[in-house]
C-alpha cells in the first residue's frame, strides 16, 4: 500500500441499508478527514480526527459516523443510507494534528449511490 | 459566513497562459491552498500561500492578496495534461479548511 486507499470503489445501495466505507493510510499521518464531493459544490467536510482515538464533526455530519481506533484506520458509516447521501466521498490525511496548514492527502474516493 | 468563489469554468489554448482567480470571506486566515483535480480523480496538492506575494513552481504560480482577499492560480505554457479542476480552499480561524466549488479549465489544441 501506498497513500491512501479507499474501497470499495463504486457502490449502488438500496435506501435504508447500512453501509460502511473503509479508508486506510500508510504514511503514519495524524489527522484524518472524511468529504463528500457534489457537482457544483465544494469539497464538504463530514467528520475528522487529529489522532487516534478522537474524532470531530465537520460542516454536514448528519446521518454519518465515524471511528479511528488507530492510526490507519477511519471508516465512515452510513447508518440508514438515503438517497440524498449520493455522492463521491473522498478520504484525506495530513501529517499536523488536524485542522491546520497542514497539505491534505486524497485518495482515490468512492461513488456511492443511493435508490 | 464564509464563502469561496471562483469561476465556474475557464477555456483556453495550448501554449498559453491563463489565471484562474479565487476571492474569499471567511472568518480568519491561516492560509490559502490550490489543488487541482483530474476527472473522476483525487484532488492533489498544488501551492500553498500564506504570506502577500508570489510563489513560483515551475509553470504555475500563485499568489496571494491578504488585505484584499484574493489570490490567482497561473498556469504558463499549457498543456493538454492540464485540463482539470482547479480548487482554491482556505484555511480559517479554526484552521478548518473551507473548499471553493473549483474552476473547470478546458485546454483547446
Known amino acids: 500500500i501506498a497513500g491512501i486507499t479507499q474501497a470499495p470503489t463504486s457502490q449502488i445501495l438500496a435506501a435504508g441499508r447500512r453501509m460502511t466505507l473503509r479508508c486506510t493510510q500508510d504514511?503514519?499521518?495524524?489527522?484524518m478527514y472524511w468529504y463528500r464531493q457534489d457537482l457544483g459544490l465544494g469539497l464538504r467536510l463530514i467528520h475528522y480526527?487529529?489522532?487516534?482515538?478522537?474524532?470531530g464533526k465537520g460542516e454536514v455530519p448528519d446521518g454519518y459516523s465515524v471511528s479511528r481506533a488507530n492510526t490507519d484506520d477511519f471508516p465512515l458509516t452510513l447508518a440508514s443510507a438515503v438517497p440524498s447521501q449520493t455522492s463521491v466521498y473522498f478520504c484525506?490525511?495530513?501529517?499536523?494534528?488536524?485542522?491546520?496548514?497542514?497539505?491534505?492527502?486524497f485518495g482515490p474516493g468512492t461513488r456511492l449511490t443511493v435508490l | 459566513g464564509q464563502n469561496i468563489d471562483q469561476p465556474t469554468e475557464m477555456t483556453a489554448t495550448e501554449g498559453a497562459i491563463v489565471q484562474i482567480n479565487c476571492t474569499y470571506q471567511?472568518?480568519?486566515?491561516?492560509?490559502l491552498f490550490w489543488y487541482q483535480q483530474h476527472a473522476g480523480e483525487a484532488p492533489t496538492f498544488l501551492s500553498y500561500?500564506?504570506l502577500d506575494g508570489l510563489e513560483e513552481k515551475g509553470r504555475f504560480s500563485s499568489f496571494l492578496s491578504r488585505s484584499k482577499g484574493y489570490s490567482y492560480l497561473l498556469l504558463k505554457e499549457l498543456q493538454m495534461k492540464d485540463s482539470a479542476s482547479y480548487l482554491c480552499?482556505?484555511?480559517?480561524?479554526?484552521?478548518?479548511?473551507?473548499w471553493g466549488a473549483g474552476t473547470k479549465l478546458i485546454i483547446k489544441p
Open positions: 484525506a490525511s495530513s501529517d499536523g494534528t488536524g485542522g491546520s496548514t497542514d497539505t491534505q492527502y
Open positions: 504514511m503514519r499521518h495524524n489527522a
Open positions: 480526527s487529529n489522532t487516534a482515538g478522537t474524532t
Open positions: 471567511t472568518s480568519g486566515f491561516n492560509g
Open positions: 500561500n500564506v
Open positions: 480552499a482556505v484555511t480559517d480561524s479554526n484552521y478548518q479548511l473551507i
